[in-house]
């Protein structure tokens, strides 16, 4: 796990490929059609305790996504009004509480992944796929990447 400080590897990581992501991949997309979820504190600058929802945090900082972008946290349920986008950018690697594993007497792998499993296709379901339509899915973590795709090929 990486604890993103400002000059930290990890950060520059994913700053750049965020940048890289808007200026080559996505240079073409209409950035309202973007939807982006990562750690509310590493999209939002956090001064006096709180988030200040207009000014960018260190994933956001020069990304040219901030302004336009759709930014909702990964356990948005119940909503339509992402429907429109064509485009998902999933920064998080889905863990479960350990307490809650403990509780449930269910540490293993498997559950593990169907639970990483669950919250990722709640939050993709925000975007247009939910019409039919394609998306494209940006998501740097290996893990999550290859739970996704065994899902898929075996459904």
């Not at 520059?12 to 509310?40: G, M, P, S, W, Y």
């Not at 307490?99 to 169907?114: E, G, R, S, V």
Request: proline share 3%; charged share 20%; glycine share 4%.
């Amino acid at each position: 796990m990486c604890v993103f400080a400002y000059n930290s590897v990890c950060f520059k990581d994913a700053f750049t490929a965020l940048k890289n992501l808007k200026q080559r991949t996505l240079k073409n997309v209409a950035i309202e059609k973007v939807i982006i979820t990562c750690a509310k504190k590493n999209w939002y600058k956090k001064t006096k305790g709180w988030y200040d929802l207009t000014k960018p945090g260190i994933f956001s900082t020069d990304s040219r996504m901030f302004k336009g972008a759709n930014w909702i946290p990964n356990t948005t349920r119940g909503t339509n009004n992402y429907s429109h986008c064509s485009h998902a950018i999933y920064l998080y690697e889905q863990n479960v509480n350990p307490i809650l594993l403990n509780w449930l007497n269910a540490n293993n792998d498997q559950f593990k992944a169907d639970f990483a499993l669950t919250e990722m296709i709640q939050w993709i379901w925000r975007t247009r796929i939910r019409n039919g339509e394609p998306v494209d899915v940006y998501m740097p973590s290996g893990r999550m990447r290859e739970i996704l795709d065994q899902w898929i090929h075996n459904n």
